[in-house]
């Protein structure tokens, strides 16, 4: 006997219908969707820089950004075919720069006089901002002048082509003065964006995504991001850079061949930024040949392009000499001629023990300023960010730090660390040597014109280093490391840092 099985003698068991999407769920559904593709803090970091950034573009009067005037002379040049330091005449001595349009040396006049002259508390230090509004709102002119900047032509255009984009693009379009400038910012913020966006996306699958993206959103980065300087691009390949070597040295991961064509551009393109960070990109070398995707003969290739990237950081070195003997006029009158390269290696060579008695009166006296400035001092009007904004910088680092992944002991060895952390206190000591011989005086008493932005671009290997050392993490009760709660927290703390520094900076200069 059989039991018939006929569909209408079947009986179907319903499942429950799933709950409709809330209204919160259907308003998040996108920014979920992109974090789970490109990361997190790769998101947080688009929003925020781009925010920020672009705030303090327009925020910042022209020129008051760091060295903006000179860094802007450097860029017209390297946006007009210069690519090598021009000497001009100059009756006070040695003297490199080139040619500027006469309508924006006046913007440029303006602005200097500007924040060199300033009234006291609680007056505002922007003394007239209709003038910005006038001069800016000038046609650029086909006249040009003659413009010093001896300390920026030492700089080849390689962490400029940004700021040259901007500029060329601006004379296509025709635009006014200011517009030209704010674009010239807004091209730098962009090639920011990319370069350290990319090094977050390189990271989307691990923690210590939110280490490096506490770095890039320091007010200190956002706002040098937001105005014309070399330090622009500089940063951005820092950055890149020790987020590629994090992932693949401390945490182990492989690179994608992708990542590694960046990492091996950079160890070319950094030491031509800015010479301090050589040996950052000279680091290459010690990531293991598999991390990077390389076997056989290709494993040798990072050493080709760490030794491409030194030639080229020697060679420009050379072509760049002569414009240190120029570099006292950035002093006072009474220190012109004072500031003398050889004399100061001199010094260093024959009374080592004068020089570091030198570095330590630098630290005794300064290092609290260094601390500050690592946080933010902002731009030629030297606005220190509020305290508020230094401690939830703090918080931020703390909690990224405290997430991070830990480190593999199989690629980032004992050995493979110690050469890394050699190399950030190499860096640092190149930073003191290098401002020792090309703006202090000789005989002056400290080591000046350190500033605490020189160390942002090593914060990341540094902090890579000691996470490698101490490995103290944030777990929960159950032993699992926290994850969304402590990347909010980083995110509001930056936010937080970010929103009071912009407003002590609006107060401070427009009152």
Known sequence: MTTSTEPDATVELSKPAAPAPSAKDRALAPI??????FGAATVAFAVVATVFGALFAVLTPPFWGHDELTQFGRAYQVAHGGVFPQEIEDDRGVAYGGQIPVSVDALMSYAFHDYNDNPEEPFAMVADPAAYDRLGAAKISAETRQMWFTNTAAYSPVPYVPAAVGIRLGEALDLNVGGMYLLTRLAGLVAYLAVVGFA?????????????????????????????????????????????????????????????????????????????????????????????????????????????????????????????????????????????????????????????????????????RWFTQFFGELGFAYVDVPAVSMLACLIAFAVSFGIADRMNTATATFRRTLIVALTVLASVAMIYVTLYMSFTPVDFYIIDGVQGRYFVPLAIVGLAVVARWVPLRLTNPDGVTPTRGTAITVTFASVFALIAAAATYYTVIWG
């Open 32 to 37: 979920q969707s992109l974090t789970r593709r």
């Open 200 to 368: 977050l996306y390189a990271l989307r699958e691990r923690r210590s995504q939110w280490l490096v993206f506490t770095v890039a959103v320091l007010p200190i980065a956002l706002f040098q991001a937001g105005t014309v300087t070399a330090d622009t691009l500089t940063n951005a390949l820092a950055i890149m850079v020790s987020a590629l070597l994090l992932k693949a040295l401390f945490v182990g991961d492989r690179l994608r061949p992708v990542e590694t064509a960046a990492l091996l551009a950079a160890t070319i393109a950094l030491p031509l930024s800015k010479p301090t960070y050589v040996l950052l990109a000279m680091l290459v070398v010690v990531v293991p040949a598999d991390r990077l995707g390389l076997a056989g003969k290709l494993k040798f290739l990072p050493w080709a392009f760490a030794a491409t990237g030194a030639a080229l950081f020697l060679a420009w070195t050379k072509i760049a000499a002569p414009t240190g003997d120029g570099m006292s006029l950035m002093r006072p009158p009474h220190q012109w001629g004072q500031v003398r390269p050889g004399d100061q290696l001199a010094g260093i060579l024959g009374d080592p023990v004068g020089f570091v008695h030198t570095f330590g009166e630098s630290i005794a006296l300064r290092d609290h």
